[in-house]
């Protein structure tokens, strides 16, 4: 007997985001810095893909949004949002420019009782609820009542890609020189490097920060695509 309706179809329909096709330009996108040379060289060209992301692949990057989301609502109701997915770019002489949209710029001084009232105003399941106290209880009992400025980028993967990560106790090189651009044009010295397991929500942590030799790294790359390009 068929289905009357279907929520399968509702549901995988909805979760299609919009495929942004390749156009020419003449700057580097921050979030493919430390990529592959003649893939983001076709990118910048405006090659249309010979084979373009899936729908499983694309609902992958729209999970992640959703990941994303839920950060940022902790974050903001407990007042540590200074602002979000702003554009910077930079450019040094004669070199193509860099520009990127940040996750996160966060710190400042937060109000608890606030986040928790505020928190209570949405209707969340009793597991969320309980995350999202737990979280702003841990950030009170810290003891710090002003937190540093950062930029946080927020990266959700698989359990694979997390297991690998935490195996060897290092973030993705792109991950680094993304927030490392970041850093450099809002000239702030730490950025963190946020993954997030999507099957099990398992959380792990990097530091990135200016002045440091990452900057030769990140020099170089944008040398030697500008050099091809």
Same mark, same amino acid.
């Given at each position: $007997? +068929?289905?009357?309706?279907?929520?399968?179809?509702?549901?995988?329909?909805?979760?299609?985001?919009?495929?942004?096709?390749?156009?020419?330009?003449?700057?580097? #996108? +921050?979030?493919?810095?430390?990529?592959?040379?003649? %893939?983001?060289?076709?990118? $910048?060209?405006? /090659?249309?893909?010979? /084979?373009?992301?899936? $729908?499983? =692949?694309?609902?992958?990057?729209?999970?992640?949004?959703?990941?994303?989301?839920?950060?940022?609502?902790?974050?903001?109701?407990?007042?540590?949002?200074?602002?979000?997915? %702003?554009?910077?770019?930079? +450019?040094?002489?004669?070199?193509?420019?860099?520009?990127?949209?940040?996750? #996160?710029?966060?710190?400042?001084?937060?109000? @608890?009782?606030?986040?928790?009232?505020?928190?209570?105003?949405?209707?969340?399941?009793?597991?969320?609820?309980?995350? /999202?106290? %737990?979280?702003?209880?841990?950030?009170?009992? =810290?003891?710090?009542?002003? #937190?540093?400025?950062?930029?946080?980028?927020?990266?959700?993967?698989?359990?694979?890609?997390?297991?690998?990560?935490?195996?060897?106790?290092?973030?993705?090189?792109?991950?680094?020189?993304?927030? @490392?651009?970041?850093?450099?044009?809002?000239?702030?010295?730490?950025?963190?490097?946020?993954?997030?397991?999507?099957?099990? $929500?398992?959380?792990?942590?990097?530091?990135?920060?200016?002045?440091?030799?990452?900057?030769?790294?990140?020099?170089?790359?944008?040398? /030697?695509?500008?050099?091809?390009?």
């Amino acid at each position: $007997m +068929a289905l009357q309706w279907s929520f399968e179809n509702i549901w995988n329909e909805s979760l299609i985001p919009v495929e942004r096709k390749p156009e020419p330009r003449e700057r580097i #996108f +921050a979030s493919e810095l430390g990529g592959a040379m003649i %893939d983001r060289y076709l990118k $910048m060209k405006g /090659t249309e893909y010979s /084979t373009p992301p899936n $729908m499983r =692949s694309l609902r992958k990057f729209e999970a992640g949004n959703y990941i994303e989301w839920l950060v940022s609502l902790i974050l903001k109701r407990a007042g540590l949002i200074i602002s979000q997915q %702003d554009r910077l770019e930079y +450019a040094y002489d004669g070199l193509l420019p860099v520009s990127g949209k940040i996750d #996160f710029l966060a710190g400042g001084t937060p109000d @608890f009782e606030k986040a928790r009232a505020e928190m209570d105003l949405y209707d969340l399941p009793p597991f969320a609820k309980k995350a /999202t106290n %737990d979280i702003i209880d841990n950030f009170q009992a =810290s003891g710090v009542s002003e #937190f540093k400025k950062i930029v946080l980028e927020i990266k959700s993967c698989s359990s694979f890609v997390y297991k690998s990560i935490e195996a060897t106790e290092s973030p993705l090189k792109n991950h680094v020189l993304q927030a @490392f651009h970041y850093i450099k044009c809002l000239g702030l010295d730490e950025a963190h490097i946020v993954y997030i397991s999507k099957d099990d $929500m398992l959380l792990k942590e990097f530091g990135v920060y200016n002045p440091s030799p990452t900057e030769d790294v990140y020099k170089k790359d944008i040398e /030697t695509i500008t050099g091809y390009f």
